[in-house]
């Protein structure tokens, strides 16, 4: 079983949409969640993060994690053309053996918002 | 503010040859640096990353090798490039204490033919 589990998608929806995009998970032990956009052929940059149950929003993004289902969820209300991306959920737990975070990624989901 | 750059950003090798993909970051010292790949439809996948000068950590045995020379600066390489090392690398930095945020260079796409 993989460690963090998304949906590749691709996902496609007409501008103006709320999207859900989501991820599971098995281990309790991470204590951050990174929801991260890339634009294709280009690196991922950070859209959010969390690190208690519960929603954090920011402008048209929310966040939102529960612990206790081990689910997390990025939703984008009124999308846009210019959302689409890749988006990958991420997370991270600190490793005594490298004394740093150690972070781990899904394999991100594809969303196209048309015009 | 802090810029990181990777080169080449693309690159076609034949199988059996040498790959050296140099990643450096400005702006900010002693960062951890990690290399990924990313292929699709199997996210990213850290291959290395590096708390110090010289202190380097693989995460996956493979046919690559991973070096950091100097405080901002971090070399993939390989001696003889198989056809499986095909990928989107990426090279990130985060501060020793990072909790959650990685920056991520442009990568560089990498065929092996």
């Known amino acids: 079983q993989k460690e963090v589990e998304q949906d590749p998608g691709p996902l496609s929806v007409p501008e103006g949409a709320i999207v859900s995009l989501n991820c599971t998970y098995s281990?309790?032990?991470?204590?951050?969640f990174m929801w991260y956009r890339q634009y294709s052929r280009k690196g991922p940059e950070l859209l959010m993060y969390?690190?208690?149950?519960g929603n954090k929003e920011d402008g048209r993004f929310t966040a939102q994690v529960d612990k206790s289902s081990k689910y997390i969820s990025l939703f984008i209300r009124d999308s846009q053309p210019s959302d689409s991306a890749t988006y990958l959920c991420?997370?991270?737990?600190?490793?005594?053996?490298?004394?740093?975070?150690?972070?781990?990624f899904g394999t991100g989901t594809r969303l196209k918002v048309l015009a | 503010s802090q810029t990181i750059h990777q080169w080449p950003a693309t690159l076609v090798q034949p199988v059996g040859s040498p790959l050296s993909l140099e990643c450096t970051v400005e702006?900010?010292?002693?960062?951890?640096l990690y290399w990924y790949r990313q292929a699709a439809g199997r996210g990213l996948q850290l291959l290395f990353y590096?708390?110090?000068?010289?202190?380097i950590s693989s995460e996956v045995p493979q046919n690559l090798s991973a070096s950091r020379p100097q405080d901002r600066q971090f070399i993939l390489s390989s001696k003889k490039l198989l056809l499986s090392d095909s990928g989107f690398y990426l090279c990130?930095?985060?501060?020793?204490?990072?909790?959650?945020?990685?920056?991520f260079g442009p990568g560089t796409r990498l065929t092996v033919t």
């Open positions: 969390t690190y208690s149950s």
């Open positions: 702006g900010t010292s002693n960062p951890n």
């Open positions: 990130a930095w985060s501060v020793q204490s990072g909790k959650y945020e990685q920056y």
């Open positions: 281990n309790s032990a991470f204590q951050y």
């Open positions: 590096s708390v110090g000068i010289g202190q």
């Open positions: 991420a997370m991270s737990l600190f490793s005594p053996k490298s004394g740093t975070y150690k972070y781990i």
